[in-house]
């Protein structure tokens, strides 16, 4: 019997706008993020768009300096450091091959990535660490640009570009969060 589930992911990234607050962190993430929302529809059995093959995640310990949020009163504070991009050039290729062995797939196996952008340098730090040609990143860029970082939602938006320019045969979909970790999805064309 076939199950369908609707996944939803919804961001407010504008409460923590913080009024009382001049932290360089807070005005960049408040410049930075928006609110945003995305969902997709996830089956059991045959037909689709995609398949999911596995997924896996990676947390690097002593990281919440990184990124992250501080509970407050009255509010959340962003914890944003600028060690994000050079972290990522420098961790992200062994995080992503750990990954893919715990799937069952290697990187050279996957014909695109789709990452959530983080913003501009966030990009340029991916496609240093994996190695990608400058600008084959391309629609984390459009995304980024048309929408800014929503957040968690961000990555579905590129995913929606990759499919309506039709999905490659392995796709890593791929977004960072707080602690630093980072979590992908290995999506197979149906």
Do not use: Y
Not at 118 to 126: E, L, T, W
Not at 169 to 175: D, F, G, K, Q
Request: charged share 25%; glycine share 10%.
């Amino acid at each position: 019997m076939r199950s369908w589930r609707l996944f939803v992911t919804v961001e407010t990234c504008s409460i923590s706008i913080r009024l009382d607050s001049d932290d360089p962190a807070a005005v960049v993430a408040t410049a930075l993020f928006g609110d945003g929302a995305a969902a997709a529809v996830v089956t059991t059995g045959d037909g689709g768009l995609a398949r999911i093959r596995g997924s896996g995640e990676k947390l690097w310990p002593d990281t919440l300096g990184i990124m992250g949020w501080r509970v407050e009163d009255p509010g959340l504070g962003v914890v944003f450091d600028r060690a994000i991009p050079p972290f990522i050039a420098d961790n992200l290729a062994a995080a992503i091959d750990e990954m893919c062995v715990h799937i069952g797939t290697a990187r050279e196996d996957i014909a695109r990535f789709c990452f959530h952008p983080g913003g501009a340098k966030v990009v340029d730090a991916i496609e240093q660490a994996l190695d990608l040609p400058q600008g084959e990143l391309n629609l984390e860029r459009e995304v980024l640009r048309d929408h800014g970082n929503m957040s968690a939602p961000t990555v579905l938006f590129v995913l929606d570009r990759l499919l309506e320019r039709g999905l490659p045969e392995r796709v890593l979909m791929s977004a960072f969060g707080p602690g630093f970790t980072c979590a992908g999805l290995l999506l197979e064309a149906a």
